[in-house]
């Protein structure tokens, strides 16, 4: 069974300070990662998707990598900002299955 | 359309009651999965549907539950008989490209059962 974790669970940082997110899954037979934001009381929107094949991928000042043979993934978020304050999950799909299994999430605090 | 839309956005119903939550995926999207998430709690899979067919039921936490998708568009999620601990957020979501695409989340139906 498909284990997600992701640490810290909570991180506090100020304005402009970079972000780095972590995951870890325990098995690295996935079809692909997919990183996402959840704002309070809201549902979650898709940041980046990263197929099993891939290392990286990159949208604005986020940063994604995927090391499947260690069952890592780090989500970079360069010069943070208040705006950015949010709980951020992970979650890989695993080979073999339907539906996606899912960190419990960290969630920032970026103090202006 | 744009997005996934879920309706009702909020829900408030006593003990006993059915409710009917509603998922619209995005135009296209053959996939579309059902998640719950309680307060403070991760997101729990519920059911998934591939068009019109739901392989894979195996989330679906008592007999109270059931959902339908019909035209390969429009789910349905059934609560009967809710009790207190169906209180949560249920999410649904679609993806376009079978089990290897991007998901893609709605907003999401808040259910509080008194």
């Known amino acids: 069974k498909q284990e997600v974790t992701q640490i810290p669970a909570a991180l506090s940082v100020p304005e402009g300070e970079n972000l780095v997110l972590n995951c870890s899954f325990t098995?690295?037979?996935?079809?692909?990662l997919q990183w996402f934001r959840q704002d309070p009381g809201k549902g979650l929107t898709s940041l980046l998707l990263?197929?099993?094949?891939?290392r990286e991928q990159t949208s604005g000042r986020l940063n994604a990598s995927l090391d499947k043979s260690s069952g890592r993934s780090t989500l970079y978020i360069a010069a943070s900002q208040p705006g950015d304050s949010a709980t951020y999950l992970c979650?890989?799909?695993?080979?073999?299955?339907?539906?996606?299994?899912f960190g419990a999430g960290t969630t920032v605090t970026v103090r202006a | 359309g744009a997005g996934v839309s879920q309706s009702p956005s909020n829900k408030v119903t006593e003990k006993g009651k059915d409710v009917e939550l509603r998922c619209d995926p995005i135009?296209?999207?053959?996939?579309l999965y059902w998640y719950r998430q309680s307060l403070g709690q991760g997101l729990e899979f519920l059911i998934y549907?591939?068009?019109?067919?739901?392989?894979?039921k195996s989330g679906l936490p008592s007999d109270r539950f059931s959902a339908e998708r019909t035209g390969g568009s429009v789910s349905t999620l059934t609560i009967q008989r809710t009790q207190q601990e169906d209180s949560a957020v249920y999410l649904c979501?679609?993806?376009?490209?079978?089990?290897?695409?991007?998901?893609?989340f709605g907003e999401g139906s808040r259910l509080t059962v008194l």
């Open positions: 549907f591939q068009g019109n067919s739901a392989p894979d």
């Open positions: 979650a890989v799909r695993p080979v073999g299955d339907y539906k996606l299994s």
């Open positions: 979501a679609s993806n376009p490209f079978g089990i290897t695409g991007e998901l893609f």
């Open positions: 098995d690295s037979a996935i079809y692909n």
């Open positions: 135009s296209g999207h053959t996939a």
């Open positions: 990263i197929q099993s094949s891939q």
